[in-house]
């Protein structure tokens, strides 16, 4: 089970934008902020789709 939610957010990770990871990086904290939410937006999303299948 660990293993497949690792690979999960692995996957949403290596298909995150370039504007989030640069974002996730940055010095401006209302754009890192925004970044960290969409990241976290899309692994709930991913991880909500997984459980679907189950």
């Known amino acids: ?6 690979e999960t957010i ?5 298909r995150a934008p370039q504007w989030i990871r640069g ?3 940055s010095k401006d904290a209302v754009a890192r902020i925004r970044a960290e939410e969409s990241l976290a937006a899309m692994i709930a999303d ?3 789709s997984q459980v679907g299948e189950g």
């Open 1 to 6: 089970m660990m293993q497949e939610l690792t």
């Open 23 to 25: 974002d996730l990086d």
């Open 10 to 14: 692995l996957r949403v990770v290596e």
């Open 46 to 48: 991913a991880l909500d």
